[in-house]
């Protein structure tokens, strides 16, 4: 069975940094590509980044581009989102997911991990 | 960017009525199209994938029609365990993205 748990949020000040961490098990990691989502606290979801089953290809929303680093380590069966120069607008509970099928980078998303909250504030 | 247009946004129910929910892509994503239940405090839950494709445990109550850019969920007897907020999603390219969701209530 799928299981994704994510860890690694807190309280932050603006421009600070943070670095979230998805663990997950129940299913080959290798093959997999992997998704960040964001929501914020009473909003809805948005696309944070992506990164690909090999890790060969990551992709960033325009608001975290050139802020946000997505990383994975295989042997590890880790997933990362290193964040920099937090911003109040990035405070909300950021979820893991991995899409339907293996070896596709488009897909629908599923086995969602159970968030870890990031508050920016001073 | 594809906007994803969910409506209503909120609505009010009983047990047992029949529930429907619609989403509008700004262009064409073909069935790229999945649903989601979240309630409050918990992840989303994958409902529907491939615009009809009933995830596994997902009661048949729940269905999906649509392609391209109308699509629907439908609950046809609204149960206790149903009232939540649903979202339907894009998965065509990137980046992914979400409707603003429909929050069912109870009557």
């Known amino acids: 069975q799928v299981q994704l748990v994510e860890s690694g949020g807190g309280v932050v000040q603006p421009g600070r940094s943070l670095r979230l961490s998805c663990s997950a098990s129940g299913f080959t990691f290798s093959s997999y590509t992997m998704h960040w989502v964001r929501q914020a606290p009473g909003k809805g979801l948005e696309w944070v980044s992506s990164?690909?089953?090999?890790?060969?290809?990551?992709n960033y929303a325009d608001s975290v581009k050139g802020r946000f680093t997505t990383s994975r380590d295989i042997p590890k069966n880790t997933l990362f989102l290193q964040m920099n120069s937090l911003r109040t607008a990035d405070t909300a509970v950021y979820y893991c997911?991995?899409?339907?099928?293996?070896?596709?980078?488009?897909?629908?998303?599923?086995?969602w991990g159970q968030g870890t909250l990031v508050t920016v504030s001073s | 960017d594809i906007q994803m247009t969910q409506s209503p946004s909120s609505l009010s129910a009983s047990v047992g009525d029949r529930v429907t929910i619609t989403c509008q892509a700004s262009q064409d994503v073909s069935n790229h199209l999945s649903w989601y239940q979240q309630k409050p405090g918990k992840a989303p839950k994958l409902l529907i994938y491939a615009a009809s494709d009933l995830d596994t445990g997902v009661p048949s109550r729940f269905s999906g029609s649509g392609s391209g850019t109308h699509f629907s969920l439908t609950i046809s007897s609204l149960q206790p365990e149903d009232f939540a907020t649903y979202f339907c999603h894009h998965y065509d390219n990137l980046p992914l993205t979400f409707g603003g969701g429909t929050k069912v209530e109870t009557k």
């Open positions: 997911a991995r899409v339907g099928r293996s070896l596709r980078n488009f897909d629908w998303l599923m086995g």
């Open positions: 990164i690909s089953y090999d890790g060969s290809n990551k």
